[in-house]
Structure formats: C-alpha cells, structure tokens
C-alpha cells in the first residue's frame, strides 16, 4: 500500500501493479478460507461489508426476512432496523442467555415459520464485547437444513480460528483486515 498506490482498476503502469497486488491478496484469503478468488470482495470496513451483504441481500437476492441476535454489532442492528423501516423487510432475533449465547434451537423455531421469500440469517462467530462464540458449523447446518442463507461477522475470529468454506455452509462472509495484522481500512 506505501508503493502500490494506483487505481487497481487502470490501464495505467501504476494502476496495473496495484490490481497485481490486490488479485495476489485475494488469492492468499481465498486459500485460506478454502474460497474462490471469485468470492472475495473488498470494501473499506467490515462494517461496509456487513451492510452490503444485509441491504444486497434484501434488494437483490430476495430475502424479505432476517433474524439476527440482539447482541449484533451496532452496525448489523442499524442496517437491520433501515431495512425494516424502509424496505419492509421483518427482522426477527433469537433467544439469547444470560452470558449472550444464542439459543439454537430457537433459531431452529424462527426459521420453521413460513415466509413469502428468502430468510438471512445474521449472525457473529465470535462476540466482540462478551467474548461469546457461536458453534460455526452448528449454525451452518440449521441455516442449510431451512435453505436459509446465512452471513457470519467474523470480525474477531477471522485468521485465528480456521474457516472452511468449501465445508460449512456460509453464504456471506465480513471480516476486517487489521483483526489479523492486515492494513486499517479493509474489510472484505
């Protein structure tokens, strides 16, 4: 980022090393995620990321209902609550315990309900005020089981726990850069 400083999307000298750079970047997440280089999206936070994928998947994948947790990144909740507002969009949120662990098996009983389009469920791997982690692939199956699409903020767990896309099911992805020494400003 200190030499690579052209636009990745020139034709430029400049602007082609830099789209050489971030192409190997996307590379080396997507080897690691066990994802295609295809799947791999940057943007300018995980906070970005998590809203596109919300608001995207309201507007363009047809999901007209969302069931997340109270415990949620302000920035999740916020974008919850605009969708809601304006898109008409039911958000719905699970069970949670005293210590912030989401109740399974509540989400279990949310996504028996029929609803007219698709159902996202939104949900953080690992808690970043309570320390709380949910069971991945736990989650992954029930969201499979429902045909739920499902969306994971992996912003604290990202590079210190493994993910496997290939093997559990996660429709949408949002970490940070900086969580796993990584420069500031990236999310993907």
Known sequence: MESEYGNPSSIHAHGRKARSVVKKKKKTI??????????????????????????????????????????EHPCVLNACSYLQQYHG??????????????????????????????????????????????DLDEISDICKNYSALFHCDTVQTIGKYPIDLARTNISFL???????????GVGF
Not at 44 to 71: D, H, Y
């Open 30 to 71: 997507a080897h690691i995620l066990n994802a295609s280089i295809g799947e791999i999206f940057f943007t300018g936070s995980a906070s970005e990321a998590n809203n596109m994928v919300l608001k995207m998947s309201v507007l363009s994948r047809g999901v007209t209902r969302i069931i997340t947790s109270p415990t």
């Open 89 to 134: 969009t039911g958000i719905e949120f699970i069970k949670v315990d005293h210590r912030g662990n989401i109740d399974p098996t509540h989400l279990e009983i949310l996504l028996q309900k029929e609803v007219d389009g698709k159902t996202l469920v939104s949900v953080m791997h690992g808690n970043n005020e309570t320390g709380t982690m949910i």
């Open 174 to 184: 949002s970490a940070s850069a900086h969580k796993f020494h990584g420069p500031k």
